[in-house]
């Protein structure tokens, strides 16, 4: 098992190493630094925007006097509970993203290293793709039932469950397609040399698809912090999660965009935070149960 | 202990199917039989009565559907293409920084951070005919301002950029993953064995690639089938019906005119196109391969 | 007017007047005692937070308490749709955009507010908005008239002609009468890319549909011949209705913006917010916007007069108003409590809080107060002056479908896609169908030129 060491500096030197040829660094380079303007352009775009009044807004304005009426607005405004919006979000997402990549990485395993027989692993993988094609907005009516009737209607447990739901298919596709990029005479000589298959799977596999799980766990924190029909219909003010929140600027005749920016800058602020957090907690916890 | 380890098997599996299956089961059903019947709201109370047939024939009559479905189509492979090609191309780049790669994945994350709403309002300002910041640049270059959301022919091109915006992240998210945690003796290998960067590229990376890259287009191809936000809050369809979508379309079925049992048979459509555009996609793919 | 209007303004004449009138003065408010807290779901709107500070108000003289939840626009409907087809409703007053209100009266969903009180009345000095909170079951349409009452009007939203006040006297130009008037003003004024004689809605869907309605009433023309009789017999084919089209197609070419088939209210708004549009059909929510520096480049300088009238003389404009009614699926003591807090909403007290704090009130005798005589509340004699004509467009259970036909035919003859002949011709085809399907009495026109 000392073979497979997980080393944090010299894996991505090496591997770096074998992408990047001389003559066209200066090229990747500049493409590279390219498609960073274009994703961030429209983001500093709003950014801009949330400092602006609305008549700035209106007539596009540069240069313009900035305001803090927006984050203001946003923050302390009568309407407005933002600061609990985005720790009811915060408390959801987290949760459910937890949740899901516990039962789904468990899951994709599961199907990837045990010889199940093929109709288990086709209804189990066929079954959450069709769901998935599902429009939520069908979906509603009938959770809406369910939960009032189970008294669960209005709770965060109510959102968790239905976000875990509909995060379950990618996150079982994903960590399916990263179990099985670990080559299987890893997990062999790992059992050969005396592990249970539990251990196996805790020390020895999953490190080797960290990668992957803190891209699904994004994913799977990102879907879920964004969704928008159901944590609408399942709660009411107190629960109200960050897009309902941000909802309420898109009214009926007109967009009050200011708030929409500051809000929506900080709406991603804690999960920019969290997601940074995340990544070096997940790997350092993994890597320590794997280098002997 | 040892029995944890024994039926390891199945309480791994477990979890996830009773989960899934308890939550989604009641929905399903409901769906499948809303899509034969039709809902009637009288005293307080709902009507169902058993009417497949109508609910064909509404399908049939509809005016709004075909061109929905070509629109859908033409968003779906021309959204979809050009995200995955940026997002591996962007991976590949990435993947040979040797420094500053959880800052790049972070930067290149924060479009699908942005709650959707507030995506396609934005938009909708940045592309503003007289104030947006797109023509405002055309103008001062001296150019004629463009109709990005007026014009039939700009509308769904102004709509599909605003998508790739938005999910190439997604892609990249993916494929850089899966680009990491390539096994780096087996590139080495092949590098000492003596292969060229675009042999590299060809007959190792992309290969083990693979995986990832099919899990990415098949969801990044759902999403795009299912996409309603962005274009709801930019052209809501328009001008004409050149940005009808069949979720839009859909969504007014449904939600705006209450026909449930219509918009049910509707949603079932939609998921037999997702399925028979990814049946001959994946046939498509096997033939090149071959 | 009907027979209960007149019974009721005879009894006033005969010999209340002398007691209401001081009554008036005395006790602008209702005391409507102790009552259970109650939920109000409530739309996130330009005017909700004059509503929230009236609800205040209400909570600091009774004592009694009131949640209001807001809601985005976009889910109000699904979230008041939930409420009511389930076991209890959360929420004690709903407030149900008027394209929406037949849904909830022919479902059933909701209790006639005499039913909880049989001593309720909505006071003669609200507005009836065209009777959009009475529902006559049998001949399904939303009249008074053998109708029950099933809500009140909180907001009442018309369209009101915004012109620049400035540009005009410059110009020397009266305030428009007619919309001749508006497209002779419009083209002289007109200046592209600087000012923009007249914009409207031509947004597809909703947008351009609500706007073209009051055109389309202005020139004589509906969508039924006599549905509150049961004549379906579609007329949105007809001449007149092809001369509004036109006319409002010629007013968006010449004088609005390149990007015409794409502009939404709240481009509009912006359009003359910033300057750039001389005259613009308005909702009256928006009105005081124009008077905020922080939203308005044109500070009072933006002044309304009613939605002009066509070429016969009759004026038209398209009634949006919000509905307050009581669901049925809740507790009675609720009920009352509810019934209670509208009470007080509707006293002239509360509408001229409402009106102080920035709300659009509902009461006449509001309009005709002192607070006519503030710049601020400018519009006050072009709202009154348009209840006078201003009618319920799509009072039908159809009405969201045809929304949705017209807003896509009208907007591809304006784009260009079609003829106006032919874009009202495959609407009326299609409505007709639509109401054959629904098992209506109807018919059509003889197809228009193309």
Same mark, same amino acid.
């Given at each position: 098992?000392?073979?497979?060491?997980?080393?944090?500096?010299?894996?991505?030197?090496?591997?770096? +190493?074998?992408?990047?040829?001389?003559?066209?660094?200066?090229?990747?380079?500049?493409?590279?630094?390219?498609?960073?303007?274009?994703?961030?352009?429209?983001?500093?775009?709003?950014?801009?925007?949330?400092?602006?009044?609305?008549i700035?807004?209106?007539s596009?304005?540069?240069?313009?006097?900035?305001?803090?009426?927006?984050?203001?607005?946003?923050?302390?405004?009568?309407?407005?509970?933002?600061?609990?919006?985005?720790?009811?979000?915060?408390?959801?997402?987290? +949760?459910?993203?937890?949740?899901?990549?516990?039962?789904?990485?468990?899951?994709?395993?599961?199907?990837?290293?045990?010889?199940?027989?093929?109709?288990?692993?086709? +209804?189990?993988?066929?079954?959450?793709?069709?769901?998935?094609?599902?429009?939520?907005?069908?979906?509603?009516?009938p959770?809406?039932?369910?939960?009032?009737?189970?008294?669960?209607?209005?709770?965060?447990? +109510?959102?968790?469950?239905?976000?875990?739901?509909?995060?379950?298919?990618?996150?079982?596709?994903?960590?399916?397609?990263?179990?099985?990029?670990?080559?299987?005479?890893?997990?062999?000589?790992?059992?050969?040399?005396?592990?249970?298959?539990?251990?196996?799977?805790?020390?020895?596999?999953?490190?080797?698809?960290?990668?992957?799980l803190?891209?699904?766990?994004?994913?799977?924190?990102?879907?879920?912090?964004?969704?928008?029909?159901?944590?609408?219909?399942?709660?009411?003010?107190?629960?109200?999660?960050?897009?309902?929140?941000?909802?309420?600027?898109?009214?009926?005749?007109?967009?009050?965009?200011?708030?929409?920016?500051?809000?929506?800058?900080?709406?991603t602020?804690?999960?920019?935070?969290?997601?940074?957090?995340?990544q070096?907690?997940?790997?350092?916890?993994?890597?320590?149960?794997?280098?002997? | 202990?040892?029995?944890?380890?024994?039926?390891?098997?199945?309480?791994?599996?477990v979890?996830?199917?009773?989960?899934?299956?308890?939550?989604?089961?009641?929905?399903?059903?409901?769906?499948?039989?809303?899509?034969?019947?039709?809902?009637?709201?009288?005293?307080?109370?709902?009507?169902?009565?058993?009417?497949?047939?109508?609910?064909?024939?509404?399908?049939?009559?509809?005016?709004?559907?075909?061109?929905?479905?070509?629109?859908?189509?033409?968003?779906?492979?021309?959204?979809?293409?050009?995200?995955?090609?940026?997002?591996?191309?962007?991976?590949?780049?990435?993947?040979?920084?040797?420094?500053?790669?959880?800052?790049?994945?972070?930067?290149?994350?924060?479009?699908?951070l942005?709650?959707?709403?507030?995506?396609?309002?934005?938009?909708?300002?940045?592309?503003?005919?007289?104030?947006?910041?797109?023509?405002?640049?055309?103008?001062?270059?001296?150019?004629?301002?463009?109709?990005?959301?007026?014009?039939?022919?700009?509308a769904?091109?102004?709509?599909?950029?605003?998508?790739?915006?938005?999910?190439?992240?997604?892609?990249?998210?993916?494929?850089?993953?899966?680009?990491?945690?390539?096994?780096?003796?087996?590139?080495?290998?092949?590098?000492?064995?003596?292969?060229?960067?675009?042999?590299?590229?060809r007959?190792?990376?992309?290969?083990?690639?693979?995986?990832?890259?099919v899990?990415?287009?098949?969801?990044?191809?759902?999403?795009?089938?299912?996409?309603?936000?962005?274009?709801y809050?930019?052209?809501?369809g328009?001008?004409?019906?050149?940005?009808?979508?069949?979720?839009?379309?859909?969504?007014?079925?449904?939600?705006?005119?209450?026909?449930?049992?219509?918009?049910?048979?509707?949603?079932?459509?939609?998921?037999?196109?997702?399925?028979?555009?990814?049946?001959?996609?994946?046939?498509?793919?096997?033939?090149?391969?071959? | 007017?009907?027979?209960?209007?007149?019974?009721?303004? !005879?009894?006033? #004449? #005969?010999?209340?007047?002398?007691?209401?009138?001081?009554?008036?003065?005395?006790?602008?408010?209702?005391?409507?005692?102790?009552?259970?807290?109650?939920?109000?779901?409530?739309?996130?709107?330009?005017?909700?937070?004059?509503?929230?500070?009236?609800?205040?108000?209400?909570?600091?003289?009774t004592?009694?308490? !009131?949640?209001?939840?807001?809601?985005?626009f976009?889910?109000?409907?699904?979230?008041?749709?939930?409420?009511?087809?389930?076991?209890?409703?959360?929420?004690?007053?709903?407030?149900?955009?008027?394209?929406n209100?037949v849904?909830?009266?022919?479902?059933?969903?909701?209790?006639?507010?005499?039913?909880?009180?049989?001593?309720f009345?909505?006071?003669?000095?609200?507005?009836?908005?065209?009777?959009?909170?009475?529902?006559?079951?049998?001949?399904?349409?939303?009249?008074?008239?053998?109708?029950?009452?099933?809500?009140?009007?909180?907001?009442?939203?018309?369209?009101?002609?915004?012109?620049?006040?400035?540009?005009?006297?410059?110009?020397?130009?009266?305030?428009?009468?007619?919309?001749?008037?508006?497209?002779?003003?419009?083209?002289?004024?007109?200046?592209?890319?600087?000012?923009?004689?007249?914009?409207?809605r031509?947004?597809?869907?909703?947008?351009?549909?609500?706007?073209?309605?009051?055109?389309?009433?202005?020139?004589?023309?509906?969508?039924?011949?006599?549905?509150?009789?049961?004549?379906?017999?579609?007329?949105?084919?007809?001449?007149?209705?092809?001369?509004?089209?036109?006319?409002?197609?010629?007013?968006?070419?010449?004088?609005?913006?390149?990007?015409?088939?794409?502009?939404?209210?709240?481009? !509009?708004?912006?359009?003359?917010?910033?300057?750039?549009?001389?005259?613009a059909?308005?909702?009256?929510?928006?009105?005081?916007?124009?008077?905020?520096?922080?939203?308005?480049?044109?500070?009072?300088?933006?002044d309304?007069?009613?939605?002009p009238?066509?070429?016969?003389?009759? *004026?038209?404009?398209?009634?949006?108003?919000?509905?307050?009614?009581?669901?049925?699926?809740?507790?009675? #003591?609720?009920?009352?409590?509810?019934?209670?807090?509208?009470?007080?909403f509707?006293?002239?007290?509360?509408?001229?809080?409402?009106?102080?704090?920035?709300?659009?009130?509902?009461?006449?005798?509001?309009?005709?107060?002192?607070? #006519?005589?503030?710049?601020?509340? *400018?519009?006050?004699?072009?709202?009154?002056?348009?209840?006078?004509?201003a009618?319920?467009?799509?009072?039908?259970?159809?009405?969201?479908?045809?929304?949705?036909?017209?807003?896509?035919?009208?907007?591809?003859?304006?784009?260009?896609?079609?003829?106006?002949?032919?874009?009202?011709?495959?609407?009326?085809?299609?409505?007709?169908?639509?109401?054959?399907?629904?098992?209506?009495?109807?018919?059509?026109?003889?197809?228009?030129?193309?």
């Open positions: 098992m000392s073979e497979v060491a997980v080393d944090a500096v010299e894996v991505p030197r090496r591997a770096a +190493a074998a992408f990047t040829p001389a003559h066209r660094g200066v090229l990747g380079a500049a493409l590279l630094v390219l498609a960073l303007a274009a994703v961030l352009g429209p983001f500093a775009w709003i950014l801009t925007t949330s400092f602006k009044y609305q700035a807004i209106y596009g304005e540069w240069p313009f006097t900035p305001t803090l009426a927006n984050y203001a607005d946003v923050l302390f405004g009568r309407r407005s509970d933002f600061v609990a919006n985005v720790t009811n979000s915060l408390v959801v997402a987290s +949760a459910s993203t937890a949740i899901v990549l516990v039962v789904a990485t468990l899951a994709a395993y599961s199907l990837h290293r045990f010889r199940w027989p093929r109709w288990v692993t086709g +209804a189990l993988l066929g079954w959450t793709l069709v769901f998935h094609m599902i429009p939520v907005m069908t979906l509603i009516g959770w809406y039932v369910a939960f009032r009737a189970l008294g669960l209607y209005d709770t965060r447990m +109510a959102l968790i469950l239905t976000h875990v739901t509909i995060n379950l298919p990618m996150t079982l596709w994903l960590m399916r397609a990263f179990f099985a990029e670990v080559p299987p005479e890893i997990e062999e000589a790992a059992l050969v040399d005396g592990c249970r298959p539990l251990q196996a799977f805790r020390r020895v596999t999953l490190p080797l698809v960290v990668p992957g803190i891209a699904s766990g994004i994913l799977a924190f990102i879907f879920s912090w964004n969704e928008f029909p159901i944590a609408l219909s399942l709660t009411s003010r107190e629960l109200a999660t960050v897009p309902v929140a941000i909802a309420r600027f898109a009214q009926q005749y007109e967009t009050q965009h200011g708030q929409m920016a500051a809000a929506s800058i900080i709406a602020l804690p999960a920019v935070l969290l997601m940074a957090l995340g070096r907690f997940i790997v350092r916890g993994l890597t320590l149960g794997a280098v002997k | 202990m040892e029995l944890v380890n024994r039926t390891f098997r199945h309480w791994s599996l979890p996830a199917v009773l989960l899934f299956a308890v939550l989604t089961l009641y929905p399903t059903v409901n769906l499948v039989r809303m899509s034969v019947s039709t809902i009637e709201f009288t005293q307080g109370g709902e009507a169902w009565s058993f009417t497949p047939l109508r609910n064909l024939a509404l399908l049939r009559a509809d005016e709004v559907v075909p061109p929905a479905v070509r629109n859908t189509l033409l968003f779906v492979v021309a959204a979809v293409t050009i995200e995955m090609a940026l997002g591996l191309g962007l991976a590949l780049l990435v993947a040979g920084v040797t420094r500053g790669k959880g800052l790049i994945r972070t930067v290149m994350i924060l479009p699908i942005v709650p959707p709403v507030a995506i396609g309002s934005m938009w909708k300002l940045l592309y503003n005919y007289d104030f947006g910041v797109f023509n405002q640049a055309l103008v001062a270059l001296g150019l004629p301002p463009a109709n990005w959301l007026g014009s039939t022919s700009l769904m091109w102004s709509v599909v950029a605003v998508d790739v915006w938005h999910w190439v992240p997604f892609v990249f998210l993916i494929l850089f993953a899966a680009v990491e945690a390539l096994p780096v003796d087996v590139l080495e290998a092949a590098r000492v064995d003596g292969a060229t960067r675009p042999q590299l590229l007959r190792v990376i992309l290969p083990l690639l693979r995986p990832a890259i899990v990415a287009l098949l969801f990044r191809t759902i999403l795009a089938f299912k996409v309603f936000d962005e274009v809050l930019l052209t809501s328009g001008p004409g019906t050149s940005t009808e979508l069949i979720t839009l379309h859909l969504y007014k079925v449904f939600f705006e005119q209450n026909q449930l049992g219509y918009g049910a048979l509707l949603s079932l459509a939609l998921i037999a196109a997702i399925l028979a555009v990814l049946l001959v996609g994946g046939q498509g793919v096997r033939v090149a391969r071959a | 007017m009907n027979i209960r209007n007149l019974l009721h303004r !005879v009894l006033v #004449a #005969a010999g209340a007047c002398a007691v209401v009138a001081p009554a008036l003065a005395q006790a602008p408010f209702v005391d409507v005692g102790k009552q259970p807290p109650i939920t109000i779901v409530t739309p996130s709107a330009p005017w909700y937070p004059a509503f929230e500070k009236t609800v205040d108000l209400y909570e600091k003289q004592g009694n308490k !009131v949640k209001l939840d807001v809601t985005p976009v889910g109000i409907l699904e979230k008041m749709r939930n409420a009511v087809r389930s076991g209890q409703s959360p929420y004690d007053l709903l407030m149900i955009n008027s394209p209100t849904e909830f009266y022919e479902g059933g969903f909701l209790t006639p507010l005499k039913e909880i009180d049989a001593s009345d909505v006071p003669k000095e609200v507005f009836s908005y065209g009777d959009s909170g009475w529902w006559n079951a049998q001949k399904r349409w939303r009249t008074a008239n053998g109708g029950q009452l099933m809500a009140f009007t909180p907001l009442g939203n018309v369209q009101l002609l915004h012109y620049r006040g400035d540009v005009f006297r410059q110009a020397g130009l009266a305030p428009p009468k007619t919309w001749q008037d508006v497209l002779a003003a419009c083209t002289k004024l007109s200046d592209p890319p600087k000012m923009y004689g007249f914009v409207a031509g947004e597809r869907g909703n947008g351009i549909r609500y706007d073209w309605h009051s055109v389309l009433m202005a020139e004589g023309g509906d969508v039924a011949r006599n549905a509150e009789a049961g004549d379906f017999t579609v007329i949105i084919n007809s001449p007149q209705a092809k001369n509004a089209l036109d006319l409002f197609i010629e007013l968006m070419k010449k004088c609005a913006p390149p990007n015409y088939g794409s502009l939404g209210q709240g481009d !509009v708004i912006q359009l003359l917010a910033t300057g750039k549009a001389a005259m059909d308005v909702v009256v929510a928006a009105t005081a916007s124009f008077d905020d520096p922080a939203k308005s480049a044109v500070v009072g300088k933006v309304t007069v009613p939605l009238a066509g070429r016969g003389g009759a *004026r038209g404009a398209a009634i949006g108003n919000w509905n307050t009614a009581v669901p049925k699926n809740l507790p009675d #003591a609720q009920k009352k409590a509810a019934l209670a807090f509208s009470r007080w509707l006293s002239y007290g509360a509408q001229r809080a409402f009106a102080e704090a920035g709300g659009i009130p509902n009461r006449s005798d509001v309009y005709t107060s002192d607070l #006519a005589k503030l710049p601020a509340y *400018r519009w006050f004699p072009a709202y009154l002056e348009t209840q006078k004509f009618a319920q467009d799509l009072g039908y259970a159809e009405g969201s479908q045809i929304d949705q036909i017209l807003g896509l035919r009208l907007n591809q003859a304006l784009i260009g896609e079609m003829s106006s002949g032919k874009a009202l011709n495959a609407a009326a085809r299609e409505i007709e169908e639509l109401f054959r399907k629904n098992g209506r009495k109807t018919g059509s026109l003889p197809p228009l030129p193309e």
